[in-house]
């Protein structure tokens, strides 16, 4: 599933842009991936992280997989209710599965990141 | 991985086929670290290498009578635990990377870190870790990612083997270590409440501790979770049959050394490292956790699961570069525990008190020994002082065929005279009576 009006990386990782703040998730296809999601490592919020940074670390039952920050900015707040109900990942990804908000550093870097069109015709390659 | 040995003339089939030298293939290695000579010996023959061992072996000092503890101790092994233990099933298998066929021993697991949790009274406890050394510093690394703090505050009176551990470990890590100095022979309160802010991560206590003494730890656990660090309680594991557990006393992780649970004394392992914390804790655990499920068809089974960073799965996000555990030091153990019972662990920990306090009232009754701190409270082990250098004295006692303790100058300044004597439910009043009379008779 590929929502429309969000962004996405190659590593499929998804982000909703509003105003200046950049909310970041994983999308459907890694979420189904890596199964049943265990843990999510939050990043510390007031971070400053690049573009392609290491941002969380999302568990299933048998991998530690890395999110990467599809943006440069500052950490502003993180999900924390996933520390609890990490499932929500697999359960609802783009909504209450998101991981954190980033204050956008340099707002231009959302050009590089692919439209849910180019993402659909990356995936299909993909797949 | 079987070995496959080569001939020279393989090896040199080997070379032409990638069209290189043996030296092209160790070029990276600079030339003066290159060994040039290992000058070694001649091989020995089977019959000449038994000859050499035996006379090495017959060295050491045997059938002593133990009065010799500081974290190691001479319990009582009933032959079941071996004979049960040494079932092949159990004995070869080395660790169930195949969890699903290997449900006996994932099952002795989880019956392990269940009992472990009743004892210390934690809700979790991994698969079993090394030592009591490794589980320590493996704890500390868990509280400080969890605080994301870097300073530790280490009393003086925990293990120094352990603390000699775990600052060799950090040598290299941006952690500041603050040890504070006992108080007569007790944790020094003052000094780690004082010491005790905002960056610190992890307090680290040992009850009883290595001088024996016994502490209740409730309130340095509460002034710690103010301040936003965690308390790591080192324990011995027989003690609780008796002791307030860690986990009532608000331990955020406790470790422990393992061998008094059915284990021989054996000059350094295998050994069994216990570590245990609560559920919120558990994703920062290093190795894993054997867990009861049903199948498809609602029988139960058993699982290995929060492995996922474990060092086989994902080495760079490993939490630890321990993967495997003491599988078969923890099956021992858990006989141990099971045929004891509840009832049986409690009346170790009572003969070993009971015991321990006989040798103190006995022993400072010898002229010229004196209790080192007074009326402390302890619970197999204890200090006391002697009239003359304790390592002399020892020496003099192995002579006799006793252990008879631990200077304490070996790691603590100014405590020449000081002798750790650790007693057991294995040690008689007449072994007792022989060490007091022999001290008696040297001083």
């Not at chain 2, 003052?190 to 307090?203: C, M, P, S, Y």
Request: proline share 3%.
């Amino acid at each position: 599933m590929v929502v429309d009006g969000l962004y996405y990386t190659k590593e499929h990782e998804w982000v909703k842009v509003e105003g200046s703040t950049a909310t970041v998730g994983i999308a459907d296809h890694a979420q189904e991936a890596l199964g049943e999601i265990t843990y999510v490592e939050l990043p510390e919020v007031d971070r400053e992280v690049s573009a392609k940074d290491e941002l969380a670390v999302v568990e299933s039952t048998k991998a530690a997989s890395d999110v990467y920050s599809p943006i440069s900015g500052k950490v502003t707040e993180v999900n924390e209710a996933l520390e609890d109900e990490p499932e929500k990942v697999n359960e609802d990804c783009y909504g209450e599965g998101w991981i954190a908000k980033i204050e956008m550093s340099d707002a231009s870097e959302v050009e590089q990141l692919m439209t849910s069109d180019q993402y659909k015709d990356f995936f299909k390659d993909e797949v | 991985m079987p070995f496959i040995s080569n001939t020279d003339q393989q090896q040199q089939q080997m070379l032409e086929a990638i069209g290189l030298t043996m030296d092209d293939l160790f070029a990276d290695i600079p030339d003066e670290l290159k060994i040039k000579n290992l000058e070694l010996e001649r091989g020995l023959t089977e019959q000449e290498l038994q000859v050499r061992l035996q006379a090495l072996s017959g060295k050491n000092s045997t059938h002593l009578t133990y009065f010799l503890g500081g974290g190691f101790y001479d319990h009582f092994i009933p032959a079941a635990i071996p004979a049960l233990a040494g079932r092949s099933e159990f004995y070869t298998a080395y660790t169930p990377y195949q969890p699903e066929i290997s449900q006996g021993t994932l099952q002795a697991i989880y019956e392990f870190q269940s009992m472990i949790c009743r004892l210390t009274g934690m809700e979790v406890s991994n698969a079993s870790m090394y030592d009591g050394g490794t589980a320590m510093y493996e704890a500390m690394m868990m509280a400080l990612r969890k605080t994301r703090r870097n300073k530790v505050i280490i009393d003086d009176s925990v293990n120094p083997i352990y603390r000699v551990m775990i600052h060799s470990y950090t040598q290299n890590l941006n952690i500041e270590l603050d040890e504070t100095k006992h108080s007569d022979g007790r944790a020094n309160r003052d000094a780690i409440l004082e010491q005790l802010d905002k960056e610190t991560g992890a307090v680290i206590l040992q009850n009883p501790n290595f001088f024996g003494c016994i502490d209740d730890f409730t309130d340095i656990a509460e002034a710690a979770h103010e301040k936003g660090a965690l308390l790591i309680m080192c324990c011995y594991p027989t003690s609780l049959g008796i002791l307030k557990t860690p986990g009532s006393m608000g331990a955020d992780i406790v470790v422990g050394e393992g061998q008094c649970l059915g284990l021989p004394l054996s000059f350094g392992g295998p050994y069994l490292g216990v570590l245990a914390t609560t559920r919120k804790l558990m994703r920062k655990m290093p190795g894993r956790i054997a867990a009861e499920t049903t199948d498809g068809e609602g029988n139960r089974g058993y699982v290995l699961t929060l492995q996922a960073r474990e060092q086989h799965i994902r080495r760079d996000k490993a939490t630890s570069n321990i993967c495997s555990n003491e599988a078969l030091c923890a099956l021992q153990a858990s006989i141990y525990m099971s045929l004891l019972g509840k009832k049986g662990l409690k009346d170790i920990a009572n003969l070993c008190a009971d015991k321990a306090s006989y040798a103190f009232d006995r022993l400072t009754a010898v002229p010229g020994v004196k209790a080192r701190w007074g009326k402390n409270w302890f619970y197999n082990e204890f200090v006391i002082d002697l009239p003359t250098d304790a390592t002399d004295v020892v020496s003099k006692l192995i002579e006799k065929g006793i252990a008879a303790g631990f200077p304490l100058s070996r790691y603590y300044e100014g405590m020449d005279n000081a002798l750790l004597i650790a007693v057991t439910e294995k040690r008689t009043k007449q072994e007792i009576s022989t060490l007091a009379d022999a001290l008696e008779a040297i001083l």
